[in-house]
T-cell receptor
Framework: GENVEQHPSTLSVQEGDSAVIKCTYS??????FPWYKQELGKRPQLIID?????GEKKDQRIAVTLNKTAKHFSLHITETQPEDSAVYFC??????????????FGKGTKLSVKP | EPEVTQTPSHQVTQMGQEVILRCVPI?????FYWYRQILGQKVEFLVS????????KSEIFDDQFSVERPDGSNFTLKIRSTKLEDSAMYFC??????????FGPGTRLTVL
C-alpha cells in the first residue's frame, strides 16, 4: 500500500522567513496530494492541494510543487507569520473511477514561527 | 459555510465497553470516512463508506469496529469492546463528488 514520508518533523523559523516541508510517496498511482494544517486540539484543515496533472499550485503565501518522476511534493510558505504555527500534514490518495480517495498521511511537521 | 459535526466531543469509557461515535456530514457528501489520530501521531485511515456499504478498510479496522449510516444522515463508528490502545482522537470526514475531504472536529476517546 501507499506510504508517505514527511520531513522535517519539526521546523522553527523567524517571522518573515520561508518554510519548506517535503514529502515522498511510494505508490506511483497516487494522483491527489492535499496539505492539512492542524492547530492544537482542532480538526485538520485543508490549506492547499495539487493533482498530478500539474506541477505547481500557488495560493497567496502558500505553494505546493509536485515531482511525479521522483514521487515527491513540497509545501512552501513564504513570509511566515506567528499564526502559521501549527502541525502540517501531507497526504496522498488515488482518485479515479470508483475510488473514493482514502488519504494516507505523513507523520506531520510541527512548524513554529518565532516573532 | 456548513461544516461536518461530530458528537460527543469527548467520550470516556471503561475498557471492554462499547462506544458509538457519531458524525453528521454535509448534505451533499456522498463519501464518508473515519480516521483516528493517537496523541502526537499522524492521522490514520480506518474505513471509507459509500452507497451504504464499506468501500475500503485498513488493517486497524478489525472485527471490533463497525460503521453504519442508519437514518441517511448520521454516520456512526462503533467499537464493540474498547481497549486501552483505542484511546485516540477519531475524525470523520465527508466528501462531495469530485471534491476534497472535509473533516469533522473530532471525538476524543479515552479508554480507562
Amino acid at each position: 500500500g501507499e506510504n508517505v514520508e514527511q520531513h522535517p518533523s519539526t521546523l522553527s523559523v523567524q517571522e518573515g522567513d520561508s518554510a519548506v516541508i517535503k514529502c515522498t510517496y511510494s505508490d506511483s498511482a497516487s494522483n491527489y496530494f492535499p496539505w492539512y494544517k492542524q492547530e492544537l486540539g482542532k480538526r485538520p484543515q485543508l490549506i492547499i492541494d495539487i493533482r498530478s496533472n500539474v506541477g505547481e499550485k500557488k495560493d497567496q503565501r502558500i505553494a505546493v510543487t509536485l515531482n511525479k518522476t521522483a514521487k515527491h511534493f513540497s509545501l512552501h510558505i513564504t513570509e511566515t507569520q506567528p499564526e502559521d504555527s501549527a502541525v502540517y500534514f501531507c497526504a496522498a490518495s488515488i482518485e479515479y473511477g470508483g475510488s473514493q480517495g482514502n488519504l494516507i498521511f505523513g507523520k506531520g511537521t510541527k512548524l513554529s514561527v518565532k516573532p | 459555510e456548513p461544516e461536518v459535526t461530530q458528537t460527543p466531543s469527548h467520550q470516556v469509557t471503561q475498557m471492554g465497553q462499547e462506544v458509538i461515535l457519531r458524525c453528521v456530514p454535509i448534505s451533499n457528501h456522498l463519501y464518508f470516512y473515519w480516521y483516528r489520530q493517537i496523541l502526537g501521531q499522524k492521522v490514520e485511515f480506518l474505513v471509507s463508506f459509500y452507497n451504504n456499504e464499506i468501500s475500503e478498510k485498513s488493517e486497524i479496522f478489525d472485527d471490533q469496529f463497525s460503521v453504519e449510516r442508519p437514518d441517511g444522515s448520521n454516520f456512526t463508528l462503533k467499537i464493540r469492546s474498547t481497549k486501552l490502545e483505542d484511546s485516540a482522537m477519531y475524525f470523520c470526514a465527508g466528501r462531495p463528488p469530485l471534491d476534497t475531504q472535509y473533516f469533522g472536529p473530532g471525538t476524543r476517546l479515552t479508554v480507562l
